[in-house]
């Protein structure tokens, strides 16, 4: 009797160890993509390739960005306000840094961090907070509060 319960005891934790491990994160693969992400990102803005920089947000009205006392929703929103902000000489080289990332599965994760953009004589900066979902297309950013 002892044996058979002994048996079952090993055999549940078994299955419980295997589920557990299967759905777990793989939380350095997660921010090693984000991270590459990240990276295109800011080569493109440095290019001044707003297309590129926002190949990685999710084209969908249900997008929302926040930023100050205001809230966008949708892409073509985004895009039209960094083209209105950012337009001519007004790009400035970007920079991002004091990257943390929070993974919550291997499908969603969000990014802290704090962005600066760089010109001639002077410099902004602020801080962010990404959402990033895992869609058919690759990751996404499916909200973006940046102050």
Same mark, same amino acid.
């Not at 921010?31 to 991270?35: A, D, H, R, S, V």
């Not at 990276?39 to 493109?44: A, E, F, G, R, T």
């Not at 009205?61 to 929703?73: A, I, N």
């Given at each position: %009797?002892k044996?058979?319960i002994?048996?079952? /005891?090993?055999?549940?934790f /078994?299955? *419980?160890m295997?589920y557990c491990?299967?759905f777990?994160? @793989?939380?350095?693969?997660v +921010?090693? +993509?984000?991270?590459g992400i990240l @990276?295109?990102? #800011?080569?493109?803005w440095?290019?001044e390739n707003i297309?590129? &920089? %926002?190949? =990685?947000?999710?084209?969908s009205? #249900? &997008?929302? &960005?926040?930023?100050? #006392? #205001?809230?966008?929703?949708g892409?073509?929103a *985004?895009l039209s306000r960094y083209k209105e902000? =950012?337009?001519?000489?007004?790009w400035?080289?970007l920079?991002f840094?004091?990257? +943390?990332f929070k993974?919550?599965?291997?499908d969603?994760?969000?990014? *802290?961090g704090?962005?600066?953009l760089? =010109?001639e004589?002077?410099?902004?900066e602020?801080?962010f907070t990404i959402? &990033?979902?895992r %869609?058919p297309?690759?990751w996404?950013i ?6």
């Open positions: %009797m044996k058979t002994l048996l079952l /005891v090993i055999a549940l /078994v299955i *419980l295997t491990c299967e777990a994160p @793989d939380i350095q693969k +921010e090693n +993509e984000i991270q @990276d295109k990102q #800011k080569i493109s440095n290019e297309e590129g &920089f %926002m190949e =990685y947000y999710w084209n009205e #249900k &997008f929302t &960005f926040q930023s100050g #006392k #205001k809230r966008l929703h892409w073509n *985004l902000s =950012y337009s001519g000489g007004k400035g080289k920079n840094t004091d990257i +943390e993974v919550l599965s291997n969603i994760a969000y990014v *802290l704090r962005w600066k760089l =010109y004589e002077t410099s902004e602020g801080l959402i &990033f979902l %869609m297309e690759g996404r499916i909200h973006d509060h940046t102050s």
